[in-house]
């Protein structure tokens, strides 16, 4: 009996050491040897529609989240063609496939995924003010909850000082926007707040969609000594059309974005939205690898630059004031 007794303790006795053994193993391991950080993920991209800006976006998005995690990142990405409504169903898709991320390309693919889901982690980009778009009152800068991401706002009241640096004989200022973007009319009214302080009058001249665009473009060309243009996607996608009227009339636009200045303008104060998309990789990248909470997390910024259409500028006779960079095309 005795020896039976001893056998067993010796048995526990060994137990115990290999148990300890194992556990100091473990604890040993090697930092990033876990299979969480092996881990691979699919991001769902919803972009409002095709053109340049939101195009760029897109890829510094990707190009920022293949940087970080190589070779890790599978993309689901689609294209709303403009339509609001095909952003909800989009959103929807990516939930049914369980995607790890949604990464948001302009404001009606955000709104679409905030309505969607309040789990899976959203980050806007291309996004002009998150405050009004996701009707958050007294924004102070983070959105909280599951949403997070990039804004494209430009300083309004630069914008208005452009204006007035530019053509300092004009008095009427024609706000030409459309109505149905909710970031369009918040610029809009910063822009003409700050024009009302500088002494000048301002007339908003709203289209509802491409439909009057070019009814509403002609109004205002008649009954305006210059254009201010936010950043609107629907201007964004028609700049043809409004340079077709606004240049045989003379009559010169001033943007809130490179491609609407590319494509009708002659001078803006811009941001790259290659670098705004890369910015919004970056902070993607933080969130699928657990080194951010998207809760806590700000809405980002970036720096904008002067810059003007040296083609529009030479066809309206414009001289270029200093310290602004031509488009390049």
């Known amino acids: 009996m005795k020896n039976i007794i001893r056998s067993l303790c010796a048995l526990s006795l060994a137990i115990t050491l290999c148990a300890c053994d194992a556990g100091t193993n473990q604890s040993s391991a090697p930092a990033g040897s876990s299979a969480a950080e092996d881990k691979n993920f699919v991001v769902g991209i919803c972009q409002l529609m095709q053109h340049d800006a939101l195009d760029a976006a897109t890829k510094g998005f990707r190009d ?42 302009a404001t009606p693919a955000l709104t679409a995924a905030a309505s969607a889901t309040s789990e899976i982690p959203i980050l806007g980009t291309s996004v002009t003010a998150y405050g009004v778009a996701l009707d958050i009152a007294d924004f102070n ?103 077709n009227i606004l240049l045989p009339a003379g009559v010169p636009a001033v943007c809130g974005e490179e491609g609407i200045c590319a494509g009708c303008g002659v001078c803006t104060l811009s941001i790259s939205y290659y670098d705004l998309g890369f910015t919004t990789g970056q902070m993607a990248a933080r969130i699928l690898k657990g080194e951010a909470d998207i809760a ?26 200093d310290g602004y960079e031509a488009i390049s095309k």
């Open 64 to 105: 920022a989240l293949e940087q970080a995690l190589p070779g890790r990142v599978s993309f689901k990405e689609q294209n709303a063609s403009g339509e609001p409504a095909n952003c909800s169903t989009i959103v929807n898709g990516f939930i049914s496939d369980k995607v790890d991320l949604i990464m948001a390309n």
């Open 141 to 243: 800068g983070t959105v909280g909850g599951n949403i997070s991401g990039t804004s494209d706002l430009a300083d309004l009241k630069e914008q208005a000082a452009m204006i007035k640096e530019w053509f300092p004989d004009a008095r009427n200022v024609g706000l030409l926007f459309c109505s149905a973007e909710a970031n369009s009319r918040y610029q809009v009214d910063e822009v003409a707040k700050a024009l009302t302080e500088l002494g000048l009058n301002s007339t908003e001249f709203a289209f509802t969609d491409t439909n009057d665009l070019a009814a509403v473009t002609q109004n205002a060309a008649d009954k305006s000594d210059v254009i201010y243009i936010p950043t609107d996607n629907t201007a964004a996608n028609n700049t043809e059309s409004i340079a």
């Open 296 to 321: 806590t997390m700000p809405v980002e910024y970036t720096t904008a630059t002067k810059k003007y259409n040296k083609a529009f500028c030479e066809q309206l006779g414009l001289t270029v004031p």
